[in-house]
Nanobody
Framework: QVQLVESGGGLVQAGGSLRLSCVAS????????MGWFRQAPGKEREFVAG????????DYVDSVKGRFTISRDNAKNSVYLQMNSLKPEDTAVYYC??????????????????WGQGTQVTVSS
């Protein structure tokens, strides 16, 4: 129903920046709460950031507050994650996700309905 296509991952040195993008194929993108998750090898998938349908309210896991910024452009069916001051512990596969039902922000994987394929972010020391 909804396809999410991610881009922007790659290799960056500690202290550097990356901007992840996710483009959705759905016709009702503006009705979706969007989120970013990440998963490092051997670890559970972790919530990183979420954004309401209008983009007015955002939510971040404590470890990225002040460094990462989630934003969206509903006219482009896109959500972004600007990552600054990257640390080696940010290394993970990053996934964008769409929550179709309800307007509230969510941190749990099972509250999201569609997922991108994931993009690798590697931060070297």
């Amino acid at each position: 129903q909804v396809q999410l296509v991610e881009s922007g991952g790659g290799l960056v040195q500690a202290g550097g920046s990356l901007r992840l993008s996710c483009v959705a194929s759905g016709r009702t993108f503006s009705n979706y709460v969007m989120g970013w998750f990440r998963q490092a090898p051997g670890k559970e998938r972790e919530f990183v950031a979420g954004i309401t349908r209008s983009g007015v309210v955002t939510d971040y896991v404590d470890s990225v507050k002040g460094r990462f910024t989630i934003s969206r452009d509903n006219a482009k069916n896109s959500v972004y994650l600007q990552m600054n001051s990257l640390k080696p512990e940010d290394t993970a596969v990053y996934y964008c996700a769409a929550k179709v039902y309800g307007r509230t922000l969510a941190r749990e994987e099972n509250e999201y309905d569609y997922w991108g394929q994931g993009t690798q972010v590697t931060v070297s020391s």
